[in-house]
């Protein structure tokens, strides 16, 4: 148990700079370009955090807080969800709820440290945030209802590590049981047969758009633009600089690791029941996941401001179809 709430830990504290490091790079490499080093986030972290702060006089402690505290809240998070097949650290029925609304605290913080700023760009920021959230949200809700109903389970632990294939027995087990979803035998529902493929379908898609949506990126944010008129959370903290900004980047980083966690239980549950194996395996799938990420991002632009609802709208009703083709 303490060898596995250590790798967990130093997965959740170590990894999630080094996949912004892969989208980078992936998007350079896609554009023709050399691109910045793999651990450039690495290094922007630890420079930023050697900087000294640029505090508006008319900011209070909220402006203050809202980075520190968004950091905690999404390490929090990262705590209530599974690496690889090992259970989380932090489990109880319920436990999704809790997860859900650790992420909404996070974005109450951030916004409410950019309206403290007093900044028009800031506060139309702000105001874009929460409005996209109102759909991203509920997306995320249905994909926890439909994991929730398939295992049985309202613990995040047991709804994500029940949709792989073996909890123990080695690769010979987990080839037939993997035969045996693929042919419809049984594995993705408690009560056996095939039924939930199609709604596991339905909630990768929806999970990887809020993916994309809560971590900023394209089509529905870019968080390399530098034009206040068409950002939405890189807005919000133009007024933080020094390790305030820091922090910021880094809860960025380990909010991306997180969703992607969840997201990777459901499209890639397979465990071989060996720890270091498993390990392995999961940094494996989390850098695929970030390149992958990283081709979205070269392949197509950003979406008018306009239609990101649209797309939200899409993600809400992939996992609303999902959880309605569960409910008999």
């Known amino acids: ?76 998070a990262g705590l209530l969800v599974p690496v690889a097949h090992f259970s989380a650290p932090v489990a109880f029925t319920g436990d999704l709820i809790l997860f859900a609304y650790l992420f909404g605290l996070a974005r109450f913080f951030t916004t409410a440290a950019a309206l403290d700023t007093g900044s028009p760009f800031e506060g139309m920021g702000a105001a874009r945030e929460v409005t996209f959230a109102c759909l991203s949200e509920p997306a995320l809700f249905f994909a926890l209802l439909v994991l929730a109903k398939i295992s049985g389970s309202l613990s995040l632990t047991t709804m994500l590590t029940h949709l792989a294939p073996l909890s123990g027995g080695g690769e010979p087990a987990m080839a037939s049981r993997a035969l045996q979803i693929v042919s419809g035998g049984g594995g993705f529902t408690s009560g056996g047969g095939g039924a939930a493929v199609a709604p596991v379908v339905l909630v990768s898609l929806g999970l990887f758009i809020v993916l994309l949506a809560e971590t900023c990126r394209i089509p529905v944010d870019d968080p390399n633009t530098h034009l206040e008129l068409t950002m939405i959370h890189e ?94």
């Open 1 to 76: 148990m303490m060898v596995q709430l250590l790798i967990h830990l130093f997965l959740l504290l170590i990894l999630p700079p080094l996949l912004l490091g892969v989208i980078n790079k992936t998007k350079a490499f896609f554009a023709g370009r050399k691109g910045p080093p793999v651990l450039q986030t690495y290094y922007d972290l630890l420079k930023l955090m050697r900087k000294g702060m640029v505090i508006s006089t008319t900011t209070t402690w909220v402006f203050r807080a809202g980075p520190v505290v968004t950091l905690a809240v999404v390490l929090a």
């Open 235 to 328: 807005v919000m903290v133009l007024d933080h600089s020094g390790p305030l900004f820091g922090f910021i980047l880094y809860a960025a980083a380990i909010k991306m690791y997180v969703l992607a966690a969840v997201l990777l239980h459901v499209i890639a549950p397979f465990a071989t029941g060996r720890p270091v194996i498993d390990t392995l395996l999961f940094i494996l799938e989390m850098l695929g996941l970030a390149a992958v990420i990283g081709i979205v991002e070269s392949v197509m632009a950003r979406l008018q401001m306009r239609h990101v609802p649209y797309l939200l709208i899409a993600a809400m009703l992939f996992c609303a179809f999902g959880f309605l083709l569960l409910v008999r």
